[in-house]
């Protein structure tokens, strides 16, 4: 059970999964039609995280392509499986490589999840793949939590564990957020 906060009076509902996503949602319209302040948004924020913890609202933010455009990545790391990758492996392998970040919390990014598979299997052998990166994959219980997300969608395309290296070299500030990688690693 999660709390919905109506007025000045926490309730204890259960909030199925869809409700969370259109209530943030509808957050997103109006932070980003201005029509609510600062101070009622980080009220807002600070509410539903405390009633909401595994669905943590993050400020919609500019395009982050621009920071990386240009970058190498470089790293090696794992999959959710356990097996090592090495980006130099991964990339060269494909013309261009689509990198979704997410994370097993954001609704937005589950949303999205069955498509990316459907994109994944449809240009299989065409020199592009989807690779996914979990973002916040740093712990037992988020990698878990994953893992179901993944078997339940039957996704069949990479999943990377984040390591330091890597996410010194994307960074996310919400999520999910997709970059577009040519066969040398580059951004």
Known sequence: EEKILQPDLPL???????????????????????KLSEEDYDRFCTNLTECMPKYPYHMPSGPAGKVHSGKILNFETLDINGRVIRSNELFSANKVTMLNI???YCM??????????????????????????????????????????????SLT??????????????????????????DKGEV
């Open 12 to 34: 204890m509902l259960p909030v199925p999964r869809k409700n969370v996503d259109a209530i943030m949602n509808a957050v997103s319209e109006y932070v980003n039609e201005g």
């Open 102 to 104: 997410w994370d097993p």
């Open 108 to 153: 937005a990014c589950i949303t999205e999840l069955p498509q990316l598979e459907k994109m994944s299997r449809e240009y299989a052998g065409k020199g592009i793949q989807i690779v996914g990166l979990i973002y916040t994959a740093d712990d037992a219980d988020v990698i878990n939590e994953s893992k179901e997300i993944i078997d339940d969608l």
């Open 157 to 182: 395309y990479i999943n990377l564990l984040p390591t330091k290296n890597l996410l010194e070299q994307l960074t996310a500030h919400s999520f999910p957020v997709t970059f577009f990688i040519n």
